[in-house]
């Protein structure tokens, strides 16, 4: 009995422990680690699924899609993307170029990781990429996914939509004329930017050679930078506007102050600076036409070491212009305490001094504009899928760097650089273009060599009142050509295209060159053949002064004391006793004053123009070619820098 109950205990022990140990197992399952578990029923059940937001687009300033992303992956033939198959016949893509290899390195490219990569794409990524979505799905026995009606979810958001400034049809045009003009010289390479020097908006930025963003691990990493803002050199004689800009905005030289070109050398410290050609006496307007370096040489002896080196900063140069690129250099200014003896003569004449494209372009766009330094535009507003605007672009001045009316001065004689100068192959018939020649021989070891250079022009049209400014630089031409002949071509076939193209705005703005027609007066001077002197910026008696020495029958038209235009330009070759008009200023005593409308019907467009501002008054072209009607009409007082309109046509 005694046995029996022992057996009984033991086994009733038994059971309560195990009851024990079971109830707080599941107190344990079910309370303490309830959350837990939760959570692996939850992993075992249920997924949860990425929804991956789909990449904005990029677009042109006209809406032209310049890269844009795919759902899904697609397999296309190398063939389609412009490249090499090497083996290879499909390439699989999911971010889109439909250019190619046109703006190549200024959009940039996205990885493997859907993260940008260089350019636009870079450093518009937050923007660009959207956030990812997500959704759960309930699995069941068999490991079927499915929706399940109250499980949470989040939609993604996709991507901004980046609208830039640069124009698709300029961009081809400056990409096809680049690639030509390196294959053609035999360049190592070339660079190019057009842009609105009033606004900052970049039009076109151009790299030779470019590459194809589709397929970019095909391309050295060097291939896929953005040489016009990261590549630095020295800019060489386009550098002579800021020396010129210096001396004419501290009043230490005019446009018709003598100076002596040595016979085109210069000595400084032992070291010899030389001409192309050996020039005597040469005026300031002369001296920036025929690219003396000898003359700026003497010319930044007057200016000094303080002098020189603000300007220089205030044009911006050692520090980065602010564009919204990655990859800028500042390139190089060194602080005055580190000069040489020589370092101001030669960095007027663009040595010692480094700078990007994009840096050596904007003191150009100051003069163009009136004075003012601004901060290059890349993109014009960022929008979303219901092109409701979530940033934009705004217009950024940085500081002014010269008067308006150094600038207007700076202008003529920028003209005269393309007109009688080394800037000749710039040239566009009915079309006045200002600019300025550079050639840079490239250092090496301790010298400058003598085969390796940087060839640049960069310029504006009209050059009167610019309304587009183009910058190029061609980078080791084979033969070593100089500016005037690798880089003014390449703005002359740029604008040219630029201008004529059916679907830009910029047809409007041609203003073509019209000898004037002049009546002859004495039968006896008919054969003679005049050069018609330079007389834009000289006072109104010495204009006079000059024009009687030169046998020239003059016409003042105004009543200030300084001529602002002259028609026809300086360097025309006059047959008989023809007249040069001569448009003078507006007098301060006037300028509150009601202003008698000129008459400007059956004139060129660019003589009215001139006539229309040199009155006070502001033009308003409407067509191109000779002007056939006008409102107000001539002879009406209006108030001054009222807006008087041409109505214009090529044909009658």
């Known amino acids: 009995m005694n046995q029996f109950r022992m057996r009984l205990f033991f086994i009733s ?11 707080s197992r599941l107190f344990s399952i079910q309370i303490l680690e309830s959350k837990r578990y939760v959570e692996r ?10 929804l991956p937001a789909q990449r904005g687009s990029i677009l042109d300033r006209k809406g032209v899609v310049l890269a844009s992303s795919m759902e899904h992956s697609i397999s296309v033939n190398s063939e389609v993307l412009g490249i090499d198959a090497s083996g290879k016949k499909q390439t699989k893509i999911n971010r889109v170029y439909p250019l190619g290899d046109i703006a190549g390195p200024l959009l940039g490219y996205v990885g493997t990781d859907g993260y940008g990569l260089g350019g636009v794409e870079f450093v518009f990524d937050n923007y660009l990429r959207g956030e990812d979505g997500w959704i759960i799905l309930q699995k069941d026995g068999r490991n079927k996914k499915y929706r399940k009606i109250g499980l949470p979810s989040k939609d993604p958001r996709n991507g901004y939509n980046i609208i830039l400034t640069i124009d698709s049809d300029i961009q081809k045009i400056v990409q096809t004329v680049l690639s030509q003009t390196v294959e053609a ?25 470019s ?14 930078q953005n040489r016009c803002i990261s590549a630095i050199f020295e800019p060489g004689s386009t550098f002579k506007l800021i020396t010129a800009s210096s001396a004419l905005q501290e009043n230490i030289m005019k446009e018709c102050d003598i100076i002596f070109g040595g016979n085109g050398i210069f000595e400084v410290y032992n070291q010899v600076i030389r001409d192309h050609e050996p020039y005597g006496y040469l005026t300031f307007v002369d001296a920036m036409a025929k690219s003396s370096n000898v003359c700026f040489a003497k010319i930044a002896n007057e200016v000094g070491n303080d002098r020189l080196y603000k300007y220089t900063r205030d044009f911006g140069f050692g520090t980065k212009t602010g564009i919204d690129l990655p990859g800028e250099e500042c390139g190089i200014v060194h602080p005055v305490r580190s000069w040489s003896g020589r370092t101001r003569v030669t960095m007027a004449i663009g040595q010692e001094v480094s700078s990007t494209l994009q840096q050596i372009v904007l003191p150009f766009a100051a003069v163009a504009n009136g004075g003012i330094l601004l901060t290059p535009r890349i993109f014009e507003r960022i929008e ?12 950024k001045p940085v500081r002014r760097v010269i008067s308006e009316d150094v600038a207007a001065r700076l202008r003529v004689m920028l003209q005269k650089v393309v007109d009688s100068g080394t800037g000749k192959k710039a040239a566009i018939e009915g079309v006045s273009v200002a600019g300025k020649t550079g050639t840079a021989q490239k250092p090496d070891s301790g010298s400058y060599s003598k085969t390796r250079s940087w060839s640049s022009f960069i310029g504006f049209v009209p050059a009167e009142s610019p309304v587009l400014l183009c910058g190029v630089m061609i980078d080791e031409p084979a033969r070593g050509e100089m500016g005037g002949v690798a880089a003014a071509p390449v703005f002359r076939k740029i604008m040219s295209q630029i201008i004529s193209h ?9 203003l073509k060159n019209n000898k004037a027609d002049v009546p002859k007066e004495k039968k006896e001077m008919e054969s003679r053949e005049i050069v018609v002197p330079q007389l834009c910026g000289v006072p109104r008696s010495s204009a006079q002064m000059l024009a009687d020495s030169s046998g020239i029958t003059c016409r003042m038209s105004g009543e200030g004391e300084k001529v602002t235009y002259q028609i026809p330009s300086a360097g025309t070759i006059l047959k008989g006793n023809q007249e040069v008009v001569l448009y003078l200023d507006m007098p301060e005593s006037r300028t509150g004053v009601a202003v ?10 660019r003589d009215a123009i001139n006539m229309i501002n040199i009155s006070g008054l502001k033009p308003f072209a409407v067509g191109a070619g000779m002007v056939r009607k006008q409102s107000p009409a001539k002879g009406v007082s209006v108030k001054p820098a009222d807006v008087c309109t041409l109505f214009c046509s090529f044909e009658g």
């Open 13 to 23: 022990a038994l059971l309560s422990i195990g009851g024990v140990f079971i109830v």
């Open 41 to 50: 029923s939850r992993d075992q059940t249920q997924q949860r699924r990425i």
């Open 185 to 209: 010289l035999k360049a190592k390479s070339g660079v190019c930017i057009v842009m609105e020097p009033h606004s900052g908006k970049v039009l076109a930025m151009a790299n030779e050679p």
């Open 211 to 224: 590459f194809n963003p589709n397929v970019p691990l095909n391309y050295p990493l060097a291939q896929r």
């Open 384 to 395: 979303d899928s219901r092109e409701a605007v979530i940033d934009s672009a705004e217009y």
């Open 502 to 510: 059916p679907e830009l705005e910029f047809a409007e703005k041609i």
């Open 596 to 605: 008698e409308v000129p008459s400007c019907v059956g004139k060129d467009l």
